[in-house]
């Protein structure tokens, strides 16, 4: 299993920033996929969810309204959309999923909101 982020960076309060996550080594369709995130001495909490075709998705009370999670299974992709982005956004972004009792990590990516 092996998922890789991409798309963070630097971005001033109120932009946006698409975050993509490129999977392999499973059968990516068969697995709900996940967003997460830890801020620096905060603990990794979930940002947003999406089932294994995307019809069923759940956010964190606080992105709610701002941030979209899609998939794209004939890519083998799952994306983080993130708008009117907040300074308390800062953090590493992510992508997980579960096989079994088992948690898969991508190596993660950074997102800065700073003016």
């Known amino acids: 299993v092996q998922l890789v982020e991409s798309g963070g960076g630097l971005v001033q309060p109120g ?47 606080s992105v709610k309204g701002r941030f979209t999670i899609s998939r794209d299974n004939a890519k083998n992709a799952v994306y983080l959309q993130m708008n009117s982005l907040k300074p308390e956004d800062t953090a590493v972004y992510y992508c997980n999923t579960q096989l079994g009792f088992v948690d898969y990590w991508g190596q993660g990516t950074q997102v800065t909101v700073s003016s």
Request: glycine letters at 18%; aromatic letters at 12%.
């Open 15 to 61: 932009g946006s920033l698409r975050l993509s996550c490129a999977a392999s080594g499973f059968a990516f369709s068969g697995y709900r996929m996940s967003w997460f995130r830890q801020a620096p001495g905060r603990q990794r909490e979930l940002v947003a969810g999406i089932s294994r075709a995307g019809g069923s998705k759940d956010y964190a009370g």
